[in-house]
């Protein structure tokens, strides 16, 4: 594992994207803000996020702030290339589509993206490198091409840690299994909710591969104290059993008096693989919530509770 101390809590950039929906560029920048004067030092991004949007609007704040002071991570896997035929981002990001996602597992890709990535930022290094989506696209070109092209620049020194950003557990497993990688960025899969993904955990401690945990909210689901019938889960309207189980564990927190969001931001930081909670937020106020919430007391009885409730 490389010693890049992520601290507990990170900022992820894929609302400042206008992931579902536009924020003006002023809020977008309070919001990065805010999470700077939180005390947040870690930083995601992408070039899917926007299109390039989240990357800029990132490397408007941080490239103002001490070089040393911050870890920021970017990933690579696609390019951005012009778009002639107009209209919107089809892939859920509310801006024109001026460019279009490439898939490029490539050697070659992988410098291009980082080139371009670090253009937009206005950054001359980036600390991490994730291969995005390669369960999304095609794992055997992540794993034989990809991932070697992003093992070279570490030892190249063009970036310091390298890794996966992934839904898979089990392609996750695999990658794991492949490469020497730093850290594997999961999404959604080790949560209070659900944990499918022990046995990567497992193998990542083994390793000494850190895990940094996204979507801990299960989109949404958990984001909230109490929890609504309109609920997100894995992106899309919840199913009345998921609705039950997070009604079961907001009901038991509340016994303790913590908020379900409190103990859903905390839990993944209780395995011993897991390095950093990444949340993203769309306001100051949301940041300002999340970074709360992560030094919120929480009574180990209330854990056992939970543990004891998942054993049921």
Request: net charge negative; hydrophobic share 40%.
């Amino acid at each position: 594992m490389n010693s890049l101390n992520l601290g507990k809590l990170g900022f992820g950039g894929a609302g400042i994207g206008n992931l579902y929906r536009a924020i003006p560029d002023g809020e977008a920048l309070a919001t990065v803000l805010a999470a700077w004067d939180a005390g947040i030092r870690y930083f995601d991004t992408a070039p899917h996020y926007g299109l390039g949007l989240s990357e800029q609007r990132l490397g408007a704040v941080l490239r103002d702030k001490p070089r040393e002071e911050f870890v920021i991570s970017t990933k690579v896997g696609r390019l951005l290339e012009p778009n002639s035929t107009g209209g919107q981002d089809p892939e859920g990001f509310d801006v024109p589509a001026l460019t279009q996602r490439v898939w490029d597992f490539s050697e070659k890709g992988v410098r291009r993206s980082i080139e371009d990535s670090l253009e937009r930022l206005g950054l001359d290094h980036v600390d991490i490198v994730y291969l995005h989506d390669p369960d999304v696209h095609d794992l055997h070109a992540g794993i034989s091409q990809g991932l070697p092209a992003l093992e070279k620049l570490r030892s190249e020194g063009v970036v310091r840690a390298i890794g996966v950003g992934i839904n898979s557990a089990e392609a996750a497993l695999e990658c794991v299994e492949a490469a020497d990688l730093d850290l594997v960025m999961l999404a959604g899969r080790y949560t209070l909710l659900e944990q499918p993904s022990v046995p990567l955990l497992e193998r990542c401690a083994e390793r000494r591969t850190g895990v940094v945990s996204v979507g801990a909210y299960n989109s949404g689901l958990l984001a909230r104290p109490e929890v609504p019938d309109d609920a997100h889960y894995n992106y899309d309207q919840a199913p009345p059993d998921v609705l039950e189980r997070a009604r079961a564990l907001a009901a038991i927190c509340r016994d303790f008096a913590v908020e379900l969001p409190t103990a859903t931001l905390q839990f993944p930081l209780r395995h011993p693989a897991v390095v950093n909670v990444t949340a993203g937020a769309t306001s100051p106020e949301q940041v300002a919530t999340n970074a709360a919430r992560m030094e919120a007391p929480v009574p180990a009885e209330l854990w056992s509770a939970l543990e004891a409730a998942g054993r049921d």
